[in-house]
């Protein structure tokens, strides 16, 4: 019997192990041993290959998971770009409505320009008519004022 902390057993702890254990045989540990082992080796290999098929398994779940990640990526890019192209479109039919009004604009100042030239033309004419008109009645007038006669 063991007392702790009393006399001189105190030294070591390990001091006198080997003696107080039986004597154990060799052929019996080693037949425990096997009899453990076939006892819950199958277990732990069904455990490990179920454990490898769930890696497995998680492996092809995130390999599926990326591409539908990808696929939804892909899916933002397009909606992006059909909205990029309707962005598009209504700034291609805003341009060419400008288009049409300036093409409408040039040709109503072509015409603008037209009338004014033949405005002016006209008012040209009428001023000549006018000025030639007080020019024969200048002329008239010079012819019809009495002139002196000349003494000679």
């Known amino acids: 019997m063991l007392f702790f902390g009393v006399g001189p057993?105190?030294?070591?702890?390990?001091e006198g192990v080997v003696e107080d254990l039986p004597l154990i045989d060799e052929k019996a540990v080693e037949q425990l041993t096997e009899g453990l082992i076939s006892h819950y080796l199958?277990?732990?290999?069904?455990?490990?290959?179920?454990?490898?098929?769930?890696t497995q398994n998680q492996v092809v779940l995130l390999e599926t998971l990326e591409q539908e990640i990808s696929k939804f990526r892909e899916c933002n890019s397009i909606l992006d770009i059909n909205a990029l192209f309707s962005e598009?479109?209504?700034?291609?039919?805003?341009?060419?409505s400008i288009?049409?009004?300036m093409m409408m604009l040039h040709e109503k100042t072509s015409k603008l320009k037209k009338?004014?030239?033949k405005l002016q033309q006209k008012r040209q004419k009428e001023e000549l008519e006018r000025e030639q008109q007080r020019e024969k009645e200048l002329e008239?007038?010079?012819?019809?004022?009495?002139?002196?006669a000349r003494r000679t």
């Open 115 to 117: 009338r004014a030239l």
């Open 140 to 148: 008239r007038e010079k012819q019809l004022t009495a002139k002196p």
């Open 9 to 14: 057993r105190d030294a070591s702890p390990d």
């Open 42 to 54: 199958p277990d732990l290999q069904r455990s490990k290959s179920a454990l490898q098929e769930l």
């Open 88 to 96: 598009a479109k209504h700034y291609h039919n805003k341009l060419v």
């Open 99 to 101: 288009r049409n009004e």
